[in-house]
């Protein structure tokens, strides 16, 4: 509080820049102040090209002057965050079209033609002749809906890499390692 019991606004308290907010799981969230001040900070870069990040720290009040690099390369990501978020709108109307169409060929009926002509078989079932069915077209429309279902999950960042922690991988080696001795010792008894 002030000395006049009059609270203290990011306009009135020098210290304003200094208190983060947090969000519900307590990490340090960007208020609308955050972004404009790193905003400011790119914009006075970007008008004076001899400036130093320690300039930029004394004039905006940032802590340390990786602080004010840090500041520059927020706002330039938020510059470029539209742009991005409307490429991948793109791309995901693309994916969806490209499955919507391997779903449709998997829902069709394929018939076998060799040399112009349709293949036929008899129905043992019905005693008559059939076009002889073709799976090739529906395999191949089922690779292009996995590889575009791939393509989206790695689009949105939905497939996380796996992990193999090191301790993991020796004791499997290890458990190999006594499998392969324990059937190599069972093979001399014999």
């Known amino acids: 509080m002030a000395t006049n019991d009059t609270p203290n606004t990011p306009d009135t308290d020098p210290n304003a820049h200094l208190r983060r907010d947090r969000n519900s799981t307590g990490r340090f ?17 970007a008008d004076h090209p001899g400036a130093t990040y320690e300039e930029i720290k004394e004039r905006y009040g940032y802590a340390h002057r990786s602080d004010a690099k840090k500041a520059i390369e927020r706002a330039k990501a938020d510059v470029a965050r ?35 002509k349709v293949i036929m078989w008899r129905n043992p079932d019905t005693g008559e002749d059939e076009p002889l069915l073709d799976d090739g077209p529906k395999l191949q429309a089922i690779r292009v809906a996995l590889d575009v279902r791939k393509a989206y999950e790695e689009l949105h960042g939905l497939k996380q890499p796996s992990r193999v922690s090191i301790d993991a991988q020796q004791l499997g080696d290890e458990i190999g390692a006594l499998l392969d001795r324990a059937t190599r010792d069972d093979s001399t008894d014999g």
């Open 82 to 116: 539209p742009a991005v978020t409307r490429l991948i709108a793109t791309e995901s109307e693309e994916l969806d079209a490209l499955y919507t169409e391997a779903c449709a060929i998997l829902r069709r009926r394929h018939i076998t033609v060799s040399h112009g």
């Open 29 to 45: 969230v960007r208020s609308l102040d955050t972004v404009r001040r790193d905003a400011a900070a790119a914009e006075y870069l």
